[in-house]
């Protein structure tokens, strides 16, 4: 099938040729089955990333996947950088991932496995008991790690990772999936809005590293604050207290 990889970078431009260099080999073998496409979406970055972008992977380069750029005006957020990333994919497939690899690029091949026909999305799981964190601060362990038990608790308890950005998902699915959030929650409410549709979610069991180049651009208390309401509304979905969809938006699957 044919393959979208989307990127989202902000303020990324010392760490697109280290970008470049870990990605390519994995695009190359598998542009050797498939036609790629690789989406890089810059969120408004104001350290000269577009302009690296374009130096990095230049046009008319020959490159095994068709490369293609997004840029937003203005920095909207990771949640905005993959509505537009999924509004410009074209594959059968559509995959999304950190620009930073702390999920290791030459995974891909093994996150694509694991969505058997039954599935519709696979999600990378570093909480998994057989997935594992390799040198991550312990405050964005405290983060992720909290907030996914929580949505365990909610809503599936089977599912052990809620946070992570490292997934593929099936066109129906990023076609049908209604998600509100332009920040970092989009990742979390795009799988959770997924689970109470009907789709079938498998975990890939994920190393996530910690980061090698550059700093992370996620706001903790921000993020922390947009979870707890997210979690608020689940639980009164749950209760039967409050829809979890507007009545413009779907809810049950197609």
Excluded at 30 to 39: D, F, G, M, P
Excluded at 124 to 142: E, F, I, K, N
Aim: glycine share 6%; charged share 20%.
């Amino acid at each position: 099938m044919n393959l979208s990889i989307i990127i989202p970078c902000y303020n990324e431009s010392d760490n697109i040729a280290n970008l470049r260099r870990q990605i390519t080999p994995t695009v190359t073998s598998l542009a050797e089955t498939r036609t790629v496409e690789l989406i890089l979406v810059d969120d408004g970055s104001q350290d000269g990333t577009w302009e690296t972008l374009h130096q990095t992977f230049p046009d008319g380069e020959p490159y095994p996947a068709e490369v293609r750029f997004e840029r937003h005006p203005t920095n909207l957020g990771l949640g905005a950088a993959i509505r537009t990333g999924f509004r410009e994919a074209r594959g059968d497939l559509v995959l999304t991932t950190d620009s930073d690899g702390t999920y290791r690029f030459e995974t891909i091949p093994a996150l694509l496995s694991t969505l058997t026909p039954e599935k519709d999305l696979v999600t990378a799981s570093p909480y998994h008991p057989q997935g594992s964190v390799d040198g991550v601060p312990p405050y964005r362990l405290l983060l992720s790690k909290g907030s996914s038990l929580l949505y365990r608790i909610l809503l599936n308890w089977k599912i052990y990772t809620y946070t992570a950005l490292f997934r593929v998902y099936r066109r129906k699915v990023v076609e049908s999936v209604p998600f509100e959030s332009n920040g970092y929650l989009a990742g979390t409410e795009i799988l959770v809005n997924s689970l109470l549709m009907g789709f079938q979610v498998a975990e890939y069991p994920a190393v996530l590293h910690s980061r090698v180049v550059g700093v992370s651009k996620a706001r903790l208390v921000r993020t922390i604050r947009a979870h707890l309401r997210f979690q608020s509304k689940l639980l009164l979905h749950q209760l039967g207290i409050r829809p979890m969809f507007s009545a413009a938006q779907p809810k049950s699957k197609p």
